[in-house]
């Protein structure tokens, strides 16, 4: 169960706002020095994410994800379209998830932790996930647990809301194509042949 937690709570980070740093000097050279680093500080805290997601298998979940919201929102469409025929929900599935993009559901992830974690934190997470992936014993600070507990919650209904309107989005291009390229899959026909 620990386990579990923790790979909710490792899935993905983002880029976070790094602190903003006052130049002490006034010179162009200072003023792209301190540019410089902050870049190179969200640059590092965005590799960090990214690798955060791979580490703890966000990247590999996220197709498992999508073709279960998929498989979900074909049951609905049985249910509840009275017009959408056999044909309308095996192309409306196929295109889902022929479009599904990882990286889009990670960014998700990305956006939800941006919000809740500091770099510091990130880097914590990822050396946590390394040593979790390993299978070695991991310490994790009082402070850290602390923060996960308080901000796990949030960053899970975030990321929920992302996903279910990424679907939505999708979902509702796809079935206006379909609607505009086959007319004629909008009938009841064959819808008695689904299972449901």
Known sequence: ??????????SVSAHAQSPAT???????????????????ATEKFHADALQLADLSGVRAQAPVMWKSMVDDGRKQMI???????????????KRMLERMKTDEVIQIWVTAY?????????????????KTNAHEKITMSTALAAKLETELPAVKNEFNDGFAK?????????????????????????????GK
């Open 1 to 10: 169960m620990k386990y579990i937690i923790l790979f909710l709570a490792l």
């Open 22 to 40: 006052t130049p002490t000097q006034t010179s162009p050279a200072a003023s792209d020095s301190n540019t410089t680093e902050a870049a190179q």
């Open 79 to 93: 249910e509840q379209c009275e017009l959408c025929s056999k044909k309308f929900m095996d192309e409306w599935a």
């Open 114 to 130: 941006e919000k809740h974690f500091t770099p510091e934190e990130l880097t914590s997470l990822v050396e946590l996930q390394k």
């Open 166 to 194: 990424l679907a939505s989005d999708l979902g509702s291009t796809i079935t206006n194509e379909i609607q505009q390229e086959h007319p004629e899959y909008l009938n009841t026909s064959d819808k008695d042949s689904q």
